[in-house]
């Protein structure tokens, strides 16, 4: 299985580090509690939006994108914050 990233038992922090090398839209873990969870799987690391997607289900976290187009993956208890302009 060529272009695939595999992790077993990894902290989610060093999965998304790992997958944010293969591609200009980046996925962004928002707070510590989501930094903590723990990765086994594998996946195509250039398709973001998926992967993003697939984690959000997985653990249940929020998914949404800010301003400049990253993803961002937090605990589904914390509070959305929607910058002024």
Partial sequence: ??????FENTPLVDVIAAANRYSVRQIRLVDDRSK???????FQPTKPDDLAAMLAATFRLRLSTNPSGNLLLSSADMPIV???K
């Fill in 1 to 6: 299985m060529s272009g695939l990233l595999s």
């Fill in 36 to 42: 903590s969870l723990r990765f086994t799987g594998t």
């Fill in 82 to 84: 929607v910058p002024r």
